[in-house]
């Protein structure tokens, strides 16, 4: 049976907006347990809501990244359930009528982009005194009412390693929004999983079972890599799947069913009484627009229109550090052809991994020069490479001083090239034989010879025509 | 001082006079309050914490309030009459409180109430039953009931209520003062323990319209902390009206018709003769969906408790109830199950089902379609009339215990006074003489921030029905140096 | 119109726990009051919008601006039980 997989993904994102989203407190980063807290956010008695128009910002930002049509009204509602991390008894959300529906990023659907906040952090510490024998937990208000923005696909992905490219794009386009900064790590990410198989072709689809939780790129993939396997061979089997919650484990990679001894979810959704209508106008959407850059997708079209490697698109586009750097790179060279600028922005992100080209000595216009002396000859790219590239990041200068000072200039013809690849040939007197009856390889030893003698300096292409040339060929 | 002032106008101005110093005013009402037999009140002041020499110079000139126990006060108890919240001190104080404060009032007292408001008769409270002053073996109404009791009593000048569903207008009628209940988002909800969120208002309770109209004037405003608030768009003036002329009254026979009880039948016939002396028109009208309201309201307002009392779970503040097995969901249920009084729980049991799946179309989302036409029913109204009369109660004072039994027959008490308050358009109740000895009420009602004209009208009414309001008339309970042998009698 | 069963399940929902004699007061209490509320089932309400506010604000927003938290101190005030600066709660599905 040939078994396709449909993955549909909601992903709450934490926004980098200076307070919380109904009360002033300050945004938590760490802070000691329970010192950004008041009465809205503690859920006291008496205390109301009052929306914070940043998070109303930011979501109309991202609703116009993904293209979705903003609602010119919409509303919150009051999701009911208790638990110790939700202060009043019910989490501020949207329901039936989301600040965004519809739009797309890349090849997947957006279904709906909605706000909504954030609960508190809850600590197990294990047994306490006061409650005899059983666990007990801590609960730490500071994150509860971080703004949220909840976004929905639709069921277009169909493999774990599509899922988890896309949420990584997802990632990027936040992050270069200015809208969240997106830590996984620290939670501020965390993603959803809709998982179902049905035979390939069937136009079907097969019951579906929700990973909760996933908070890094690489679980996300994993834990639907697990969930498609454990499908596929409960299918095989003629056995059924069970429509249910899970939890993907990532140290064991296992799953676990959370069969709550709750009765079947009952949220009592209706219209929060305590605040307004949000009604987009005009200047709000134009503000949003303005605010809204170019995008990662847009930025890897217009990269690879420029003649870049898909990879070094992706690369650049993802990285905004990077591909500022490399925007900054290209205005500064004169002629230099973006696809050889991009490669040498590679080597540099190369050379610095994680670390950011801002953070290096290296300076745009530096990297520019230097591929252009590599360009014209003046110097060769391994040397360019190994020793210009490496010194201008560690200590910054002017990459022709450079080649000067370390003495890696390239050797012309009418110097010593000429002659080192008379010694080679004369070293090599079999290779030149081969080389001579046609055989093009062979010209393999008698330039390692000149470059090894010229220590890297010689340029390969001119190595080979003085050769070709002393050859008679 | 000769005789305590009568309304807290007097009292301002008895104290801008030199007659009569804050101070004495507020060591007076802080021993009637100490000495209160009618459970009044859940908290008093000290003496000692009385109002300063500056506090004559504010407009409300030191003069003691007493403020319904649901609005928070920072650090002074604040229990919204339930067993859930006993001793709770918030940290914070409620807007509406803070501008009353800021603007001279003397907080002497927190007031008795319905558990969360939930009640019209201050039975529901898990401090114990309020007596009516008129006749202590019957209720004064509620759920302000502790707050009308004191005014009543003439412990207090006046106080601050919250009506949802008529919880000031009852309680006013039911103990003979007058309450005001504003449009929806005139005053700020901020700091009221909530009961039902889109329906809940602050309100004063007073002995005159001109004192209603007086507190009312500090309690409007745009709160940042509302979502709901709004500005009001013109400012509150003292009401002078002395006659109605060319004013046009509708009569709706929905609220006018069964279930008012004869007396109180009379008064008003008699009430609605003496607006047409006053030289304004009454006309009957119809008010086609509020026969349904009750239901509406009691629907919408239970859904929106049982979501609003979500957050008393044990965790935070107030009543914790350990769990014998350990568990989280047993120490929520057996917290909530004593923390909450009867009818609290019964409301959380209709809201909760109401709301529940598969029966929030039938039941919440028609309610608050059966808001939509009482709205619109009111809004027809208004185009025709300016003002609309009914009997606040279809009672007078009912004696303690007697809808105890029977929840809905208590629900029935709110008839007249909950279409207003689903519309949320504002409506004050008068005095208007007596049923069988007791109290009955008036009400008057208007459009949507209407008020400066309703307390005009009403301020004319009251002037006419100045007669036979005197007949229920208490005698003061305040004692001023001086006048040390006994309470000095009603000015009149 | 509310038996014993839908009482113990939306007592549930509501975390309450109910007596025995509750139970069957609830359930004959809610009974009466909804049959009562039956009676909007007669009006044609299919083409009314539903209310949710009475007033026509919309937006009412905040600006961004932080103002001061309440002390830890005050934040756990009132709490009926404190452990290592937080709220204690049972550890919930334990
Ligand atoms: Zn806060």
Redesign the interface.
Known sequence: MNLQPTIGLEIHVQLDTRTKMFCACELSFGEPPNTRTCPVCLGLPGALPVLNAQSIHFGLMIGHALGCELAPQSIFHRKNYFYPDLPKGFQISQYDAPLCRGGSLGDVRIDRVHLEEDAAKLNHVGVSGRIHGAGSSIVDFNRGGTPLVEVVTEPDLHDAEEARVWLALLAATMRQLGVSDVRMAEGSLRCDANVSLAPAGSGELGVKTELKNMNSFSFVKRGIEAEIARQRALLESGAEVVQQTLHFDPRSGNLTSLRSKEEAHDYRYFPEPDLVPIAIDEEMVQRAREAVGELPATRIARYEHLGLSAEHAHQFAFRPALGSFFEAVLSAADGASPRELATWTAHVAAALGERDPDASALEPAALAALVALVGAGRVAAGPARTVVLARLLSQGGDPARIVEQEGVGALDDDAGLADAVAAAIAEHPDAAERLRAGNAKAIGPIVGHVMRATKGRADGGEVTRLVHERLGL | MSAPPRTATEAVEAIRAGQLSARELWLACQAAATDDELNAFTWVADADDGPNEEAAALPFAGIPLAVKDLFCTEGIPSQAGSRILRDYRPPYTATVVRQLLDAGASLLAKTNQDEFAMGSSNENSAYGAVLNPHDRGRVPGGSSGGSAAAVAAGIVPWALGTDTGGSIRQPAALCGIVGLKPTYGACSRYGMIAFASSLDQAGPLTRSVADAALLFSKMVGRDPCDSTSLAFPEAIELPRSERLDGLRFGVPDELTGEGVETGVRAAFEASVALVEQLGASVERCQLPHAPHALAAYYLIAPAECSSNLARFDGVRYGLRVDSQDGSLEEMYSRTRAEGFGAEVKRRVMLGTYALSSGYYDAYYGRAQRVRTKIAEDFRAAFERFDFILTPTSPTAAFELGARTSDPLAMYLSDFCTVPMSLAGIPAISIPNGASGGLPVGLQVVGPAFSEPRLLDAAHALELAHADRVKTIALPSPLRFEGNENGAAGARE | M?DRD??L??????????THD?VER?SR??S???D??????E?D?ES????????E???????????P????E????????V????????????
């Open positions: 509310l839908q009482v399940h939306v007592a549930r929902l509501a975390r309450l726990e109910l509750e609830m209490e809610l009466a009051v909804l009562h509320i039956e009676t909007i089932s009006l309400l009314v919008a539903p209310t949710s506010h009475v007033i604000i919309a937006n009412a927003l905040r600006a961004d601006e932080p103002r938290s309440l002390s830890r005050v934040a756990l005030a009132g709490a009926p039980a452990a290592e600066e937080g709220f204690e709660v049972p550890t919930p599905g334990s």
